[in-house]
Every structure is written in structure tokens, then in C-alpha cells.
């Protein structure tokens, strides 16, 4: 090939460098890797030492050197084989076309399989073309569905069909670099505007970065749903595991992850500069700066950063607001803390001053401070639209694909659960509680060999003990901690002490934390933070995360016997004793109570209208009280002594967030009551000005009207409506006990259903009758829905789904699913 094609010339010295020094610091890999090289080519084995060089070191210790083979055989039978591959910049084609990992996906092997599946899909194809048709075959094979968040690797997801926006997009970029496409996955960490997040993938072709939806083909590149909801991002990001970083703006580290600003491709944004100093205005340098906006009802960082010798930090970053938290260590209390606030479409400095006494000030004022969480108004910076005939000829792939793709998820069962079912019928009820403990997720891509282990080694424990089955399927039986790779353990960890010393363990669970942080260290500069050590491996090579080792705590004890937990409201080790779950760090006991009354609002739902977060190593993080329920209006905290913060959110249809936020302490035994206050919000604040897509609706007669018609002229109400279902008639009953109200408007509200047939329900022809004036219009529910909700930032999935105009495709108001209160709402507007 010529001196000039040389494999990974500019690389090489660097990728031996940073090999050497791995296999130094982590000897436990030299045999293995070793032995897997010795069969490998030059080129091959060049490339599995910077997978090794690069890759976090849990994947080192989780699996084995065969597993990355795949991965290095593809990438370099692509760059032997394919030109265009070979003229791709070498940083580019390691770190987006050779590297294993995407997200914090398990590592299955699956290049080489891809790649078989797309070969002659994409025969003659290049660039652009490729690009666009792999991502109809991934439409084909893949679609959406929500899920938790582990993140599944992509051949579970290809097998089952189905994965949330995360997986989805890791599925097909893996699809993209198979066939030898630089892809990678980009994330808005949270949204502003509403309640989530998103990713999708971006593409290298021409020397440049273009985007597309995951499983969303479009006939042209840089376009997708999300065009106009990522215009109002404060952030989006790409990750890179090489410690050699391209050219960007850095906002951030996850362990070795770095985190890339991406914005820029899809919103407009602005730098702005936080300056940190103390209370004589002196400059902190190297307080590191956290930069948040309001999702869930809590702060959620969505870029971080040092400050520089002048006490300062920037950032690029979209036109809405900010909250910046900034922690120092050290001085005399040990930390100093500070916060702030910037509008961004105003200011574009923030200076925040550091105080020791931060948090007993801020406790002292006892009262509830007002917050403004503005997002970014609608504004996208990628206009190119695809041509009517592109738009009518991919609708019509898509109808194909998802016709394909439903016999796939109609037809497909993991076999490795139904096979651990059906053995031994002596074990059957053991095996059903086993299965049936795991979750959705856990049940489609666990494997038989491993739940043989633990029903096998834990019905030995079932037969010395006697637990009751509540307490020893979940707690004792169950396989799953976290969001760990499932995996055999029990036997490795039995084998690893002798029986005194497990006899000793059992006596005193707390030991087996000690007996963890002695033998386990963390190299967290080496780690993504979100990838645990799975237990086994963490005893053997005696290195893991603070995660990994948690994991590795409730797995020994499980193991044991010891019915253990990672606590569900705040995630801290504990373990049963006489009956009820201790704290595993005696300190961390809950001897605080914290009463909350509901106040005037009687509809507090956690992560949406309210939460609170503890001050832990210098940052607050949110207990997850989801499953706590109010009683009367109030509940009945017990926490562990420490610093607090209570948000409440009124999140208003235009995005913004109206907030109340209070500081508080919980001294040991402390008792504290507070009721929870949500802030209201005039109508003026509420509304919208959206652009809307001209849509078509038919009539009964089969003719086509245009929205562009419908909405000229004031105001109107459109209803897309779902015959018999409990949200639509919610609604329809409000009109009704407002008919006096609603039929001054009548002639200015529009409902669409699927068939005439939707006009003989009982309550929907009740309403036509009262209200006269109201026009029926038809319409599949299938574009023109999807359509709409995405672009007035409803969820298009949840029937009736509303909207207001005021002038000629102007939405200025949407609702979607059961809300109390839409009826007078809507009056309010009208």
C-alpha cells in the first residue's frame, strides 16, 4: 500500500506509549492480551493496543481480551479494504470508527455481524447516500420504546427491536462504524424547555460533522424532530475516551471521558464568563464551577469547569438561563461554597463570591428564594428541508420499515430466559421468582448461565435460612444491585475466603466493607463513572469505582446470606438486621426527621414539581423519592444528619420555570417541619409563539383543508380527540360544565378523529349536539400528530392532544393526556 498508507503511522509511537504504560500499571492483563496478540497481525494487533491503551479500566477487568477482537479485526479489514476509509484523519478513524464503546453500553461483539447484515444494502453507496440508507436498515430493525437507564449494547438491541434514544443511537452508530463511517453519539445532557433529554448521532463525511435521528431516517441529513427542541438546548455534547482531545471546547470529565461542546451546530449561543472570588474580591483559582438548569424539578449540571489563575471560567452556551454552583476545597471549614444565577440572553458575566459560611447563611434567612429558569426561544440554525417528492417517497420507506420491524417484535422472546424457565420443574417456582424480580429491561437480555449460578447457590442459603420469600427474592436471590452487567459471582466470591473468615463476614456485615476498601482501590482517572466493575472481577484485581465497590458490598452479602440494598431513596449500602435495612456506614444513619406539608397545592409529584437534595462532597444530590407517598397531606422524611435543599417548579407550557428553592441543616436527632410553597404563574407567562408546519385535515366528504386556512383570523382550539378514553372525555366533561363559556367559542373549535364512527360516542355526539358550531375534521393520528407534538413540545404519544392559534399557524398554546384544569385554561386564553 506504500509507504504513505502505512498503518496508524502518525499513531503508532503514541499507541505503543500509552499501551506500555496500561500493561505497567494493570498486570493482570499482560497474559491475556499477550496471548490474544500473538495470532494477530501487526496491523490488528496495533490496533487492539489502543483499544486496550484507551478504553476505561473496567473494561480490562470485565471482560476478556477476546472480546475486543471483533472490534479490532473490522476496523482494520475496513481501512485495508475501503479507500475512503483509509483517507479518513487517523484521530478521527480511532476514535469513531475502530473504538468498541459508545456510552456505557456492556461490551458484545458485533461489528463483524453488522456488517454482514449491510454489505450489499450499501453496495455502490458512498457518503451521504450510505449514510441515509443505513439509516433506514436500522429503522428496519430498531425503533423506540422507553426503558431505564442502563443502556444495552447494541446486539441486544438489534435482537429485541427496540431501545430508548440512548440505545438507539449507540445501536446505529455502531452500525455506521462497521461499515467503516466515523459516527459518534451526542446528547443533550437536559433539556430546558421540558422534562428530559435526548440523543442522537452525528456523522463524519466531507470533512465535517452532519446529524441525523437514531432510527429516524430522513431523505436528508441534518434534519430530525428535535431540530427546533435543540435550538432551545443550553448544551449539547459529545464524549471522547482518548486522552488525546480534538480541537473543542472542553465542558467536562466523567473519570477519563472528556466531554465536547457541540452546540453550535444546532443552536445559536454565547460565551459567557463566571468569575469567581472571595469576599475581598480576590480571584479563586481552581474552584471548579457547575453549570445547571431545572429538569425534573432539580439542578442537573449540564457542563463543568476550573477557574483559571484569574478566578475565571467560560463557557459557550445557549440563550436562556443558568445556575452556577461553585465549590473550592480547602481553607479553614475545609470548602467554600458559592452560587448564581445569569440570564444569558442579557449578561454575559457572572461573578460569584466563595463563602466558608455559605451554607449557615443561607439557612439562617429560612425563607423561600424565587428563581427564573428561562429556556431559549425557538430558533433553529438548520433549515434545509428535504423537496415534497423526497418527503413523500420516505414516508412511504418508513411505513415499510415499521411493518418490517413489527413482526420482528412480535416474534421475538429471549430464548436464554424461556430456556432458564423450563428446566428442572422441581425449581420452577424458585426460577419464576427469580425471573420475575428482574426488571422489564433485565428480563430481554439476561443470560441463562448466569441465573443458573445464583438460583443455585442462593436456594442453599434458602434451605439453611429462613427468610421470609418478600424479604429473600429481592434482597438475597436477586442478581441485580444497580445498573451493573449482569454476571456469575457468588462461586468467586465463596472461593475467595475460607470458611472462617465468611463466617466472621456473616456474624458482621460491616466487616465486608471493611474487607472491601482494604482489598478494592479506585483509579477513578482511569474510569468512566458510570461503568461499575462487575463484583467478581473487582475482588479478583482488587480495583473499582466508589460505585463498583457498593456494588460489590450488597453482592457479598447477598452471597452470604445477609439480605443487603442499595438504599432506593438516596442509594447508600444497607443490610437487614431484626427485620429492618441499617446503613452499612453507621454515620450515614437516618436519626433526622423531616415532616413536609402540602400546603394549598394538593398534587406534589416528585421530579416534577418538587424535590430535595443532600450536600454530598461539596455537591447536592437528589434523593429519589418517587415511591414516597403524602399522607394527609404531609410526609415524614428520615434522613441522615447534613445540609439540604428543597426546589419546587412550576413549569409553564412556554418552558420557562418558575421556582421556589430553601436551604436547610439536620443536625443528629433533629426534627424540622416546612410547608412546601409552588409559585403561580399570570397567563401572559404561559403563552408561546411557535411557528407551525402546514398541515392538511379532510373532511367528511374527503376533501383536504389546509391549517393554514383553519387558523387564519383570531384565535382557535384544535382537539385531536380519542373516542372512549378516559383524557378525551375528561376534557369534553369540562366543556360541558362550562357549556355557557366554551359556546361563545364553538365556531372556533376544531375536532379531529380517525373515523365518522368516533362521532357515535356517546359523549363526543353529546357535545356536538350541545355545541352546534364546532367543526369535525379527520385525520389518521399518525404524522400530523407526531408532527405537532414534537413541535409544541407535547408528548404526541398521549391523547387528546390540544392546541390553541392565534393568527395563521401560530401555536401560542398545547396540552396533551389527562390535565385538570384544561377547560378553564383554555377559556382564559380565548
Known sequence: MGEQTVFLAENKPRILEIYAKRKEKSPYIREQIEKVLENCSDNVALAMKYLYGAMPLSDMINYHAEAFLDFAVQGVRLWEEKEAVRAIPEDIFLNYVLFHRVNDEEVIPCRSFFYDKIKDRVKGLCGKEEILELNYWCAEEVTYH????????????????????????????????????????VYVPRWSHCDDNHAWVEVWCDGTWYFTGACEPLPILNQGWFIHASSRAMMVHSRIFDAKVPEGEVIGKEGMVTMLNELKRYAAAKEITVCVQDSSCAPIKDACVYFEVINYSEYVPIAEGITDEQGRHRLSTGLGSLHIFVKKEGGADGRSLGEGWIDVRNEDTCTIVLREDFLEMEEKAEEWAVRDMIAPVDMP??????????????????????????????????TERTNFLQREKDTVKWRKALVEVLSEKDQTDCRAEVLEEHLEYGLKLAEKDSLPKEIFVPYVLNPRVAHEVLTKYRKEILDTFSCQEKENLKKNPREIWRVITKRVKARSEEERDTIVTTPAACLKFGVGSRMSQEVLFVAMARTLGIPARLNPNDFSMEFMKDGVFVPVIEAAEKTCRLTLTAGEVQNWKYFQNWSIARLTGGVYTSLDLTNVTWEMGRIV??????????????????????????????????????????????????????????????????????????????????????????????????????????????????????????????????????????????????????????????????????????????GIYAASGYNVGTGEMLLRIM
Open 381 to 414: 440554525v438548520n433549515t434545509d428541508m428535504p423537496a415534497k417528492e423526497q418527503t413523500e417517497e420516505g414516508n412511504r420507506r418508513l411505513k415499510e420499515a415499521a411493518d418490517k420491524l413489527r413482526y420482528k417484535r412480535e416474534n421475538w422472546e429471549n
Open 637 to 810: 422524611l428520615k434522613l441522615e444528619k447534613g445540609d439540604y435543599r428543597i426546589l419546587t417548579s412550576n413549569r409553564l407550557p412556554n418552558g420557562n420555570v418558575f421556582v421556589y428553592e430553601r436551604k436547610l441543616g439536620l443536625k443528629s436527632k433533629e426534627e424540622k417541619s416546612i410547608e412546601l410553597k409552588l409559585r403561580h404563574a399570570d397567563l401572559a407567562d404561559m403563552l408561546e409563539s411557535i411557528d407551525i408546519p402546514d398541515f392538511e385535515l379532510h373532511t367528511r366528504e374527503g376533501e383536504d383543508v389546509a391549517a393554514s386556512v383553519l387558523t387564519e383570523g383570531g384565535k382557535h382550539i384544535f382537539m385531536f380527540l380519542e373516542e372512549g378514553r378516559e383524557p378525551t372525555e375528561h376534557i369534553l366533561n369540562e366543556m360541558l360544565e362550562q357549556k355557557e363559556e366554551f359556546a361563545i367559542y364553538a365556531d372556533r373549535i376544531y375536532f379531529a378523529v380517525r373515523t365518522e364512527e368516533a362521532l357515535n360516542d356517546s359523549l363526543i355526539s353529546r357535545v356536538l349536539e350541545i355545541f352546534p358550531a364546532i367543526r369535525v375534521l379527520y385525520d389518521d393520528f399518525t404524522h400530523n400528530v407526531n408532527m405537532l407534538g414534537r413541535r409544541l413540545y407535547v408528548d404526541h404519544e398521549k391523547l387528546p392532544m390540544i392546541f390553541v392559534t392565534d393568527g395563521r399557524l401560530n
Open 146 to 185: 422507553a426503558g431505564d437507564e442502563r443502556t444495552l449494547p447494541a446486539m441486544t438491541v438489534y435482537n429485541r427491536g427496540y431501545g430508548r434514544c440512548g440505545e438507539e443511537s449507540a445501536f446505529m452508530v455502531n452500525v455506521l462504524r462497521s461499515a467503516g463511517i466515523p459516527a459518534r453519539q
